[in-house]
């Protein structure tokens, strides 16, 4: 049954364990761009983090970049003033970072940094940054996008988060775990523990707050948490299915799925008001809706054409503006859509009823390509920039996540020590 495979496929491949998520970079995109990140120089005791070794990984992790290794640097200044550029042209290298922490006239901790071109000898870009120890990390992502994007003119999205949910036996039964943590797998943060299922995480539009299903009263309901304070409030309770949540761009709306009149169907639900508006009648089952970007459509999973497939509808004030269209035509199955941030791309499980993997369609040619090559793969979210996919997946009987470029050149996998993850939801940029 197609209601089934939708909404069990998360339980039967839900994840757990809390520990940091562990990441491998197994591939980059072709024509990646050779960079120096000099070791930074801190005064003592300032902090444990290695500041170049985190920005130094956020742009290999991007596929845009190869960071050269610190052994074969001809030389490790930390300003400027203290660089042969002459002697850095012969390692082929175009670009070189450097940096020191130091202590401030106030006795504040301060970051400085300098982006170079070793060429020209130019100095491209460069700041001083307050900060603490325990924001260092924070700090070194800051960074990172900063570099990012004045090298390639798209915004970086290394100073995100990533929800997702751990599933571990811990003797007595399997214990769920919604947490987040950053992009790089660091500083996790658990939002919630349960002995029962979590599912579907999905941010608000600023951030500040997940949306979830969970099965703790012995069915699925759906709630909102606000992820600094752990307050959080039921919103779905009806009599029947209450899954997929998904926020509007407005953060005013929410969509979800709903078989409170028999049939799963897609409502909206005004947050303020808790109002509801039914968007689809259909015999088949209408799921996991999500937004435009712009806010005047929804992409949804209906199986009303006898196979699961991917369809557009129309809203007008929030309401349906036409028919659904469908998106999909080329294989057998698509599910759980998610569009880029531009909302030129959609993203989506695409399987031949044996194979399960996350492909990308061009909406407006609609040319479709295959970025994955694992057998079960699932719940695709776009990084905020629009440049990576994280998805969820199995390695060796255990659930991981893995990330791959839009273009299919750069890979990097996601997992734990112990236990299984699923279910990740890239966040969008932080609003402070």
């Known amino acids: ?181 950053d992009a790089d797998g660091f500083n996790e943060q658990l939002i919630l ?4 299922p ?45 899954s997929a949540p998904r926020f509007s761009p407005d953060g005013r709306t929410l969509a979800l799925t709903l078989s409170r009149d028999g049939n799963p169907e897609i409502y909206l639900m005004d947050l303020r008001s808790r109002n509801l508006t039914r968007l689809t009648h259909s015999h088949g089952i209408d799921t996991e809706a999500v937004f435009a970007p712009d806010g005047g459509a929804v992409f949804f999973t209906s199986d009303r054409g006898g196979k699961p497939q991917i369809y557009r509808l129309a809203l007008k004030n929030s309401r349906p503006d036409g028919r659904p269209q469908r998106v999909t035509y080329e294989g057998r199955y698509n599910v759980r859509a998610t569009l880029s941030p531009d909302g030129k791309q959609l993203a989506f499980v695409h399987g031949d009823g044996k194979r399960f993997r996350i492909a990308v369609q061009d909406l407006a040619s609609g040319n479709l390509r295959v970025l994955s090559s694992t057998s079960y793969d699932e719940s695709p979210s776009f990084a905020p920039n629009g440049s990576m996919i994280i998805y969820a997946t199995d390695r060796n009987n255990r659930g991981v996540l893995e990330a791959v470029s839009v273009d299919g050149g750069a890979h990097q996998r996601l997992g734990l020590n112990r236990g299984d993850v699923r279910e990740p939801a890239w966040s969008p940029y932080l609003s402070k």
Do not use: C
């Open 1 to 181: 049954m197609l209601l089934r495979l939708f909404l069990l496929s998360g339980l039967l491949l839900s994840a757990a364990a809390q520990a940091k998520l562990e990441i491998t970079v197994s591939g980059g995109s072709e024509g990646a761009l050779p960079i120096a990140v000099v070791p930074f120089a801190l005064v003592d005791g300032e902090t444990k983090t290695d500041i170049a070794d985190v920005i130094a990984g956020d742009l290999q992790r991007s596929g845009s970049f190869k960071p050269m290794d610190s052994q074969r640097m001809p030389q490790q200044p930390q300003s400027g003033r203290d660089i042969n550029f002459a002697a850095w042209r012969d390692t082929g290298v175009k670009h070189m970072v450097v940096g020191r922490g130091q202590m401030g006239p106030g006795g504040e901790l301060v970051v400085e940094f300098q982006l170079f071109d070793i060429f020209s000898g130019r100095q491209l870009t460069g700041y001083s940054i307050p900060t603490t120890p325990e924001r260092m990390r924070r700090v070194a992502h800051q960074i990172s996008d900063i570099i990012y994007e004045k090298l390639t003119g798209q915004r970086g999205a290394f100073n995100t988060y990533v929800a997702y949910v751990t599933v571990e036996d811990d003797g007595k039964g399997s214990v769920y775990r919604l947490a987040i943590a």
């Open 193 to 196: 523990t349960s002995m029962q």
């Open 198 to 242: 979590l599912m579907s995480p999905t941010w608000s539009p600023d951030g500040s707050k997940l949306a979830y299903v969970s099965f703790e009263k012995g069915r699925s309901l759906v709630f909102m948490q606000d992820v600094t304070s752990g307050e959080r409030s039921l919103l779905a309770e009806f009599k029947g299915l209450n």
